[in-house]
């Protein structure tokens, strides 16, 4: 009797000693997370402020002027910040709707047949180099754009015609890169969601439509915006493919317009860049940080007042 006793009290030793050990590598891992963000945070920072305080924060945010290079040089980024808003907005709105529906087609719709091909598929999608976007980019979707611009613009006198590097083709781009992430989470969101919400539904009588619209997709809101918030992280950090199809020249942001957005303005001119052209360039990472940071703050605030309002 008192072996049995001593043999349980020792396996519940252990176990609380795994639990311990456990709870100590969680903190651990959790406490270089925070302090990874807090080091990129603080980098960002030091690098980033001292071309505010040498050229002025007006001057480099609302100026729409960029030359580096001139003899009077002139670090305006107004439209560079402008057309990374834009094209990421436009891409959000061509994507997100494109990969929710393919989500719910994937989780709700689709015969298992069909689904087993088309997922793998996506799953490839995700895995494509960025740069592979932009060759395809520029073999197939830049030709088109310039006969599209060609058509448009073939009596304008003022017209500057890009090839077909233009805000569109960066655009469509984009959209079509950040499919994968948001139809993977998505698609994970809904598949989630208990299965008797879904039969409650149907035994109340909604239609099968009725019951993913009403019942499913707003059960699985939490997942969808979260794949919302990494495809608006992925288009706004996209660079590479971005840079072969955008024609990189810094206009305003119109759609037969070769523009050039935050990212690629660093990777264009990082490589020769000195003195206080390079502080700019770590100024527009900066920038492009704390878009990246409100983004997030804002979509996460917008969750919680939703899942309040739904325990409400």
Known sequence: ??????????????????????????????????????????????????????????????????????????????????????????????????????????????????????????????????????????????????????????????HQFTGGANLISAVLVLALMILPTVINISESSLRAVPAHLKSASLALGATHIQTIFKVIVPTAKSGIITAIVLGIGRAMGEAMAITLVSGSSVNFPLPFSSVRFLTTAIVAEMGYASGLHRQVLFTIGLVLFVFIMLINISLSKILKKGDRKDDK
């Not at 396996?11 to 990129?40: D, M, P, R, Y």
């Not at 107004?78 to 808003?85: D, G, H």
């Open 1 to 158: 009797m008192s072996e049995e006793t001593f043999s349980i009290r020792s396996h519940h030793g252990s176990k609380s000693a795994v639990e311990k050990a456990a709870e100590l590598i969680f903190t651990i891992c959790g406490f270089f997370a925070v302090l990874a963000v807090a080091s990129i945070t603080l980098y960002m920072i030091v690098n980033g402020t001292p071309a505010l305080m040498k050229v002025g924060i007006l001057d480099i945010l609302f100026g729409s002027v960029w030359a580096p290079t001139a003899s009077d040089p002139s670090f305006g980024i107004l439209y560079i910040i402008l057309t990374s808003i834009i094209g990421t907005a436009l891409a959000i709105l061509i994507g997100v709707p494109i990969g929710l529906m393919t989500a719910i087609f994937l989780a709700e719709v689709a015969p298992k047949r069909l689904a087993d091909v088309v997922r793998p598929a996506i799953e490839l999608l995700a895995g494509i180099p960025s740069v592979i976007y932009g060759l395809l980019g520029i073999l197939i979707l830049n030709p088109l754009m310039y006969k599209l611009e060609l058509a448009i613009f073939a009596n304008s006198k003022t």
